[in-house]
């Protein structure tokens, strides 16, 4: 499971207080942990005012890189930002994100097309986030003609299908998990990512729900998600789902994550 640590975002208050007292240990502490407990990538979203959000993602990406090796997720809803965020950082990570929307693919693709940089592209255009599992794809096949125009190799895209709250569904969650089957027959080495937390957006006991979410999306083929990997509870979901899925020979991963402590006993 490709895990995008999530944690460095000045939308979560602790962090908004470190951004604006310059906090450095703060920042290379949430870094390095979210590194220990199985990171892939570390997401980096400073979530201010667009006049100082550049020089914001260059003092955290500076604490991130001080304090990690681990590649960074440069996240930002300004495709300029991204790019030039990508500029800050050591080594090729992910751009979180792309839509056909406007003209972000436009900006950032050719910006990736000969790196070894990754991209989050999420399924919506300018109507908005599609209601149906068709227009979704729809969407996707767009995403996939640009892909192909800059060469771009389906391996370094990370699609989101756009969870959305449960509470508001009419059919579950059964449209994105036929989106997430059909987008990997169609193209098996793509990978499937996606916030698990939006699921549960106005919901009681939101752990709950998901955790389920995470067991029934990556049973249709979710390889990847945007979480906190100091939640341990989800971590071990995460391992045990692949070890009951034949992804983890002779449960070799879950038992090594186990004793290293990246998730504990059930209380």
Same mark, same amino acid.
């Given at each position: 499971?490709? &895990?995008?640590?999530? /944690?460095i975002?000045?939308?979560?208050?602790?962090?908004?207080?470190?951004?604006? #007292?310059?906090?450095?240990?703060?920042? /290379?502490?949430?870094?390095? $942990?979210?590194?220990?407990?199985?990171?892939?990538?570390?997401?980096?979203?400073?979530?201010?005012?667009?006049?100082?959000?550049?020089?914001?993602?260059?003092w955290?990406?500076?604490?991130?890189?001080?304090?990690?090796?681990?590649?960074?997720?440069?996240?930002?809803?300004?495709?300029? =930002?991204?790019?030039?965020a990508? %500029?800050?950082?050591? %080594?090729?990570?992910?751009?979180?994100?792309?839509?056909?929307e406007?003209? #972000?693919?436009?900006? &950032?693709?050719?910006?990736?097309?000969?790196?070894?940089?990754?991209?989050?592209?999420l399924?919506?255009?300018?109507?908005?986030?599609? %209601? $149906?599992?068709?227009?979704?794809?729809?969407?996707?096949?767009?995403?996939?003609?640009?892909? %192909?125009?800059?060469?771009?190799?389906?391996?370094?895209?990370?699609?989101?299908?756009?969870?959305?709250?449960?509470?508001?569904?009419?059919?579950? =969650?059964? =449209?994105?998990?036929?989106?997430?089957? #059909? =987008? /990997?027959?169609?193209?098996?080495?793509?990978?499937?990512?996606?916030?698990?937390?939006?699921? @549960?957006?106005?919901?009681?006991?939101?752990?709950?729900?998901?955790?389920?979410?995470?067991?029934?999306?990556?049973?249709?083929? +979710?390889? @990847?998600?945007?979480?906190?990997?100091?939640?341990?509870?989800? +971590?071990?979901?995460?391992?045990?789902?692949?070890?009951?899925?034949? +992804?983890?020979?002779?449960?070799?991963?879950?038992?090594?994550?186990?004793?290293?402590?990246?998730?504990?006993?059930?209380?």
């Amino acid at each position: 499971m490709i &895990i995008i640590g999530e /944690k460095i975002n000045g939308a979560i208050p602790s962090v908004a207080e470190a951004i604006q #007292k310059k906090d450095a240990d703060f920042i /290379k502490n949430l870094a390095s $942990s979210q590194t220990e407990a199985g990171a892939s990538y570390i997401d980096v979203c400073a979530s201010v005012d667009v006049a100082v959000e550049l020089e914001t993602m260059r003092w955290l990406i500076d604490q991130v890189q001080d304090a990690t090796d681990t590649p960074i997720a440069v996240d930002s809803p300004s495709a300029d =930002i991204c790019a030039q965020a990508m %500029k800050l950082c050591n %080594k090729p990570g992910l751009v979180n994100s792309v839509s056909m929307e406007g003209n #972000k693919i436009d900006m &950032i693709f050719p910006e990736i097309a000969d790196t070894p940089w990754g991209c989050v592209a999420l399924l919506c255009d300018d109507t908005g986030i599609p %209601k $149906s599992g068709e227009q979704r794809l729809a969407v996707f096949a767009a995403i996939m003609e640009k892909a %192909k125009a800059y060469k771009i190799d389906p391996s370094r895209l990370y699609i989101d299908p756009l969870v959305e709250m449960l509470c508001t569904a009419e059919d579950g =969650i059964n =449209i994105i998990l036929d989106v997430i089957g #059909k =987008i /990997k027959t169609q193209y098996p080495q793509i990978h499937i990512t996606s916030g698990a937390s939006n699921i @549960s957006f106005n919901l009681p006991a939101r752990k709950f729900v998901n955790q389920a979410f995470m067991v029934l999306a990556m049973g249709a083929g +979710m390889d @990847s998600a945007i979480i906190n990997p100091l939640a341990k509870h989800m +971590m071990g979901l995460i391992y045990a789902t692949e070890a009951l899925k034949g +992804m983890d020979e002779y449960c070799i991963e879950y038992i090594g994550a186990y004793r290293k402590g990246l998730f504990g006993p059930l209380q």
